[in-house]
């Protein structure tokens, strides 16, 4: 099992509110350069959605449940028939998005009993409790050619060190797409 974190950032590290959805002042960074940028499976997930779990925080669930079973692309047929498990307090009904489940107990214990790989989307709540736990094997990032100088981070300042290792960069299109994983101990 591996825990694998997928991010859309801008080049200081910014990850919020990337589609403009939250209402934030600098949110919709990523849609500026056009949705050919962000369409299909550019994280590379492949079979890993179909036999892995993505984990997604309310927020991030709410969002994706309106947006992705009216959609019918390859990629969004595989987001829509994969497992979710939704960490939430409030969350009870999760049957707006096909394969959904909101996760039984406590977030960390959950992840650890995992015997899928874990894809976390967003989340970044989730992401934080689960990188200061030190459960995050990958992380999968789009960076796009902007500085926005505030917004929350993918890892904030005073957070632990994080020693990773380059395990793919391409470019694509205006942004690059870079897969990090674990650095040998």
Not at 42 to 66: C, H, Q
Not at 67 to 75: K, S
């Amino acid at each position: 099992m591996s825990v694998i974190v997928i991010q859309f950032t801008t080049l200081d590290g910014i990850v919020s509110d990337p589609d403009g959805s939250a209402g934030t002042p600098n949110g919709g960074w990523m849609l500026r350069y056009g949705r050919e940028e962000i369409s299909g499976d550019k994280f590379r997930l492949g079979s890993t959605l179909d036999e892995g779990v993505m984990l997604l925080g309310r927020n991030t669930w709410e969002a994706f449940s309106r947006l992705w079973p009216g959609r019918d692309e390859p990629f969004a047929a595989r987001m829509n028939a994969g497992a979710k498990l939704v960490a939430s307090r409030t969350l009870t009904d999760v049957s707006a998005w096909a394969n959904s489940s909101v996760l039984d107990g406590d977030l960390v214990d959950a992840v650890k009993r995992e015997e899928r790989d874990v894809i976390v989307i967003g989340s970044l709540g989730v992401v934080h409790t689960l990188m200061a736990e030190d459960l995050v094997d990958e992380y999968r990032l789009i960076t796009f050619p902007t500085i926005l100088g505030t917004g929350e981070q993918l890892f904030p300042a005073g957070g632990p060190p994080v020693h990773l290792e380059c395990q793919e960069i391409e470019k694509a299109g205006h942004t690059v797409f870079a897969r990090y994983g674990r650095a040998t101990r």
